[in-house]
């Protein structure tokens, strides 16, 4: 994988790494160390961080993370977990704050897309002479994704999709998909995020449109596994979000700062 090639620091230092991957850890105890073995694994040898942000969980995902951080064998793939207040959004945010990659991938705790979304990515590098686009999405709404839905979550999904794009304007499909994005460019807009919950991302691909970068999608297939559980996101949650989709809209009025020099896709 030549993506994530490695880069060490030779004193051993806290260096930037080549990768952060966040997951947001609430009541994961089922599936965080599988996620985070499944990670390792993967990227074995590579020069990336794993950060797992715990959120309010009541079940056993304090004792679960904090074994595997005091158990972790130190390497090219390393393991931070950090503590937040309950809440997706401030979850995402503690993680990217505390990032050091040259790219930051924000995930979920069960990996829905598999690596799907870093496999797209790869196949982009190829496509942009040897450079990964600003933003990375691996979205569910692109044409050759694979994703079973019931009536009722496909209307509710279509219905917010709608309004999201009359409210916002926005031209990404899919802002609440796996996002992998420069690293510089993602610590620079969190100072300007405020969502707590499940519209983090949203606001982070608004700003990101707003500065005339084009986020590229890419195709996942959501596992049978993901497929299978009962969402986590009630019919309280997409009023909820319908109504924040208002507040973000009035937050950002009169556009948030940028600071990021580097190279983007822009439309």
Same mark, same amino acid.
């Given at each position: 994988?030549?993506?994530?090639?490695?880069?060490?620091?030779?004193?051993?230092?806290?260096?930037?790494?080549?990768?952060?991957i966040?997951?947001?850890?609430?009541?994961?105890?089922?599936?965080?160390?599988?996620?985070?073995?499944?990670?390792?694994?993967?990227? &074995? =040898? !590579? %020069?990336?961080?794993?950060?797992v $942000?715990?959120? +309010? *969980?009541?079940?056993?995902?304090?004792?679960?993370?904090? #074994?595997?951080?005091?158990?972790?064998?130190?390497?090219?793939?390393?393991?931070?977990?950090l503590?937040?207040?309950?809440?997706?959004?401030?979850?995402?945010?503690?993680?990217?704050?505390?990032?050091?990659?040259?790219?930051?991938?924000?995930?979920?705790?069960?990996?829905?897309?598999?690596?799907?979304?870093?496999?797209?990515?790869?196949?982009?590098? &190829? =496509? !942009? %002479?040897?450079?990964?686009?600003? $933003?990375?999405? +691996? *979205?569910?709404?692109?044409?050759?994704?694979?994703?079973? #839905?019931?009536?009722?979550?496909?209307?509710?999904?279509?219905?917010?999709?709608?309004?999201?794009?009359?409210v916002?304007?926005?031209?990404?499909?899919?802002?609440?998909?796996?996002?992998?994005?420069?690293?510089?460019?993602?610590?620079?807009?969190?100072?300007?995020l405020?969502?707590?919950?499940?519209?983090?991302?949203?606001?982070?691909?608004?700003?990101?449109?707003?500065?005339?970068?084009?986020?590229?999608?890419?195709?996942?297939?959501?596992?049978?596994?993901?497929?299978?559980?009962?969402?986590?996101?009630?019919?309280?949650?997409?009023?909820?979000?319908?109504?924040?989709?208002?507040?973000?809209?009035?937050r950002?009025?009169?556009?948030?700062?940028?600071?990021?020099?580097?190279?983007?896709?822009?439309?």
């Open positions: 994988m030549r993506l994530f090639g490695c880069s060490h620091d030779q004193k051993g230092a806290r260096a930037p790494k080549a990768l952060s966040v997951v947001p850890a609430y009541n994961s105890a089922a599936v965080i160390e599988q996620t985070v073995h499944r990670v390792a694994e993967r990227l &074995a =040898g !590579h %020069d990336v961080e794993i950060i $942000v715990e959120n +309010g *969980s009541t079940d056993d995902t304090v004792a679960i993370c904090t #074994r595997l951080a005091a158990d972790w064998t130190p390497g090219p793939v390393s393991l931070i977990v503590r937040s207040d309950k809440g997706m959004g401030n979850a995402l945010r503690t993680g990217a704050e505390a990032s050091r990659g040259a790219h930051v991938l924000l995930t979920a705790d069960d990996l829905p897309f598999g690596f799907d979304d870093l496999d797209g990515a790869e196949k982009l590098v &190829a =496509g !942009h %002479d040897g450079r990964l686009p600003a $933003v990375v999405i +691996g *979205s569910k709404a692109h044409p050759d994704s694979q994703v079973r #839905r019931g009536a009722l979550r496909g209307t509710l999904t279509w219905g917010f999709a709608a309004l999201r794009r009359v916002l304007g926005m031209r990404t499909g899919d802002p609440q998909g796996t996002v992998l994005m420069d690293g510089d460019l993602m610590r620079g807009l969190v100072p300007d405020v969502e707590s919950g499940f519209l983090f991302t949203t606001e982070l691909v608004y700003l990101v449109e707003r500065a005339g970068i084009v986020p590229v999608e890419v195709p996942v297939r959501l596992s049978d596994d993901h497929d299978s559980h009962e969402t986590r996101i009630s019919r309280a949650d997409v009023l909820a979000m319908g109504v924040g989709l208002f507040r973000l809209r009035a950002h009025r009169d556009g948030g700062r940028l600071a990021w020099s580097g190279s983007a896709s822009r439309g």
